[in-house]
């Protein structure tokens, strides 16, 4: 009897794991292939084994550490300053949110905008001679910062993030927020908690298996970031804004030089997988 | 009703079978006035009498937007979806391995002359039929510069400007005789960093974005001061007194803010937008800007890019037709590409909106229609060139890498020593 409903099991999820093979072992297949082999674009069909020569290559690279380096920073940084102003937000616009709940709709509406959009919509709202914003500063105080100087630029991607992505930290924090029952909190002001106290040591305690979701789920986005700063400022003077994913986009089509570009591919999905490992392990530990 | 949609829908059936059918198809550059150009002619091969059903051209088109990316993973997966694909200069050496030489006709020399052809070359071997020229112009606000040349009270500013940024006194002088000191000074006068009562804000635009392309623009300088990507022995000579003046050169001005801060995130339409604001006083810029800039600021003018001293030159490259290695009708292809390179095709192409660098004797023909392409066959005749190197396999990658050294150094993350070494030995690897 068991063992017929296992066969049944198996036929029933035979065609999801069929479509999953299909559709993700072979390009992963077809990627370690090539991490580990001399190919180009000339030798797509016939790559010749090269053993770990393309990996020692990436971590011979100033440049993939440059790449990691700033992936890592833009990612804490974004997934920090998005999820404190979601908090925020969250929190202090929930009793109007309340009574109000289209507000949600207008809160939400970068996030809506395609990323590679939003590159593009900045490139032109910062320009110089044609944005608005360089325009009315030059207008009112006759000076503006030039926000794509290789000293501002990592301000601005990190600010132009933050803004599109704030509202979905912002979301998961209002669900987790009017999650919290009503009379948790009656309970905690009859017993004279001041609001900041209600706060820190009722409501954040109970939101914090969200917090850290969100943290999870904007580091990773934050990390692999490509078509907002690629469209905004490409690689940036001297590969000052290049991210992993634009270093292995630059390495596949505009050197050609594809084995590298699957090793880096390679050792970026192992450390964001042990990453992700330990902050799992980390995040049971808490809660 | 229902008729009308099964006829509607049978004429769309009709059309689609029509162009999966088709016994020549190029795959061309989408958009702009080479698509416009490439249709006309492709309406008058169809045309022509001796052309068989199975040999006419229809045409495919995508997008600009990563068009040679795209292309590239086409032809290495050998797609048959296309005989004939556009070229660049610049990528032949990655696509040739895709690809198969053709032959010219006869006329093909006398049209677009042997700097124009080289630019579709590769191994000694042709792989394309050159449809359209791109090059670069001075432009410069004549109205601003006749002034300056005009108020003599203004000269000594000009040159105490000169003599503090550049080491020399100069004298305010015609565009048509610049120097790239020349250049420099007008750009540092013209500019309210140095010279508070500029009419511009800035005395030039120089686009710096780490961008294979903005590297095609600025190769003009360092060539005039003889600067070269490998010699004929083949030894890389990048690291050079000629690349680095010119580098110099360049970040000097955007140190002293003669360019605006955000140069180094400036490209094609970036560096255009600023100087149709008014407040460039000149650039140097691919020729295709030139009726924008016109527009935009009337009283421009064009001349082709100041000289160094081993001579004036302007960087060149075009996009050509060649013939796809996995082609499915390769006579009926070649013989299309044969007809492109006579003169009947290339005026037409010309006079359809098209820019092919043609040589004076083929561009008299129509120059009182196309009086820019005088121009670009003039200077491409007479200052044009191409790096040692850059129609190789990797010079796409050679240009991606200077592009990161050269604006990493601009925009001070690196000294010109590291910019330079980093430079050499990723050269020597790409095209030694």
């Known amino acids: 009897m068991a063992t017929k409903e296992r066969r049944e099991n198996a036929m029933l999820a ?6 999953l093979v299909a559709i993700l072992g072979f390009p992963t297949l077809l990627s370690i292939i090539y991490g580990f082999s001399d190919t180009s674009f000339q030798t797509l069909r016939s790559p010749e084994f090269s053993g770990l020569d393309n990996f020692r290559r990436v971590i011979a690279d100033d440049g993939f550490w440059q790449a990691a380096w700033f992936s890592l920073r833009f990612g804490v940084i974004t997934a920090v300053l998005q999820c404190a102003l979601g908090l925020f937000l969250a929190v202090y616009l929930a009793p109007l949110i309340r009574r109000h709940g289209w507000m949600v709709a207008v809160l939400i509406i970068p996030m809506i905008v395609a990323p590679a959009m939003m590159g593009l919509m900045y490139r032109l709202v910062l320009h110089e001679f044609a944005g608005p914003i360089p325009h009315y500063m030059y207008e009112w105080f006759g000076w503006s910062p030039a926000f794509l100087t290789y000293q501002n630029v990592f301000k601005t991607v990190v600010m132009a993030e933050t803004l599109q992505w704030t509202p979905f930290a912002f979301l998961l924090f209002l669900a987790a927020y009017q999650a919290i029952p009503e009379d948790m909190r009656e309970a905690a002001r009859v017993d ?3 609001p900041w106290q209600l706060f820190r040591y ?9 917090v850290y979701v969100a943290l999870f789920i904007r580091f990773i986005d934050g990390f692999r970031v490509f078509d907002n700063i690629y469209t905004l400022v490409g690689a940036g003077p001297g590969g000052a804004t290049t991210s992993m994913s634009i270093y292995i986009y630059e390495a596949f089509l505009r050197q050609g030089d594809i084995g590298r570009a699957l090793a880096a591919a390679i050792l970026l999905f192992v450390t964001a997988f042990v990453l992700l490992s330990l902050a799992q392990r980390f995040r049971r530990g808490t809660t | 009703m229902i008729k009308k949609h099964l006829l509607g829908s049978a004429a769309l059936l009709a059309m689609l079978a029509g162009t999966a059918h088709a016994e020549v198809t190029v795959l061309g550059w989408p958009g702009g006035p080479e698509e416009a150009a490439l249709r006309a002619v492709t309406e008058i091969y169809n045309a022509r009498a001796d052309v068989a059903d199975e040999d006419k051209v229809e045409l ?3 997008s600009r937007d990563g068009f040679f990316d795209k292309l590239q993973v086409d032809l290495a997966a050998g797609s048959t979806a296309f005989d004939i694909n556009l070229i660049a200069t610049y990528s032949i050496g990655r696509y040739a391995p895709f690809m198969e030489p053709i032959s010219l006709s006869d006329e093909a020399d006398g049209v677009f002359g042997d700097t124009v052809l080289s630019t579709m070359q590769f191994d000694g071997q042709q792989y394309g039929v050159p449809t359209d020229l791109s090059l670069h112009f001075l432009y410069y606000r004549e109205d601003l510069i006749d002034a300056l040349l005009a108020d003599e009270s203004q000269h000594a500013l000009y040159g105490d400007i000169a003599e503090e940024y550049l080491g020399e006194r100069l004298a305010p002088a015609s565009p048509e005789d610049w ?10 006068y013209f500019s309210r960093s140095v010279n508070p009562d500029s009419p511009t804000r800035y005395g030039t635009v120089i686009q710096m974005k780490n961008l294979l392309f903005n590297m095609m623009v600025f190769h003009s300088l360092p060539r005039s001061y003889g600067g070269n990507w490998m010699d004929d022995d083949g030894n890389i000579t990048v690291d050079s007194e000629a690349y680095r003046t010119a580098l110099e050169l360049a970040k000097m001005l955007y140190d002293a803010g003669a360019t605006p801060p955000d140069s180094t995130s400036y490209e094609y339409a970036e560096a255009n937008t600023a100087y149709s604001a008014g407040q460039v006083a000149a650039m140097v810029q691919w020729n295709a800007a030139a009726s924008e800039l016109t527009e935009a600021q009337p009283e421009t003018a064009a001349f082709a890019p100041p000289s160094g001293p081993e001579g004036r030159f302007t960087h060149i490259h075009g996009l050509g037709l060649g013939l796809n290695a996995a082609a499915e009708n390769k006579d009926g292809a070649t013989a299309f590409l044969e007809w492109l390179s006579t003169e009947e095709a290339a005026l037409a192409y ?7 660098g043609l040589t004076n004797e083929t561009v008299g023909a129509i120059s009182e229609d196309r009086p820019d392409l005088v121009q670009v066959g003039d200077y491409a005749s007479n200052y044009g060139f191409v790096m040692n190197g ?8 050679v240009y991606e890498a200077q592009a990161e050294e050269f604006t990493g150094f601009w925009a001070g993350t690196q000294d010109l020593d590291e910019a330079m070494t980093n430079i050499t030995a990723t050269m020597s690897d790409l095209l030694q």
């Open chain 1, 202 to 210: 009722v409501e954040l305690p109970l939101m914090m298996p969200t």
């Open chain 1, 14 to 19: 035979s065609p999801m794991v069929l479509f």
């Open chain 2, 179 to 188: 120097t790239w000191q020349d250049f420099a000074a007008n750009a540092l």
């Open chain 2, 390 to 397: 850059a129609t190789s396999e990797n010079a796409l990658s």
């Open chain 1, 192 to 194: 004279g908690t001041k």
């Open chain 2, 60 to 62: 495919l088109f995508t």
């Open chain 2, 350 to 356: 010309a006079r359809a909106g098209g820019a092919p």
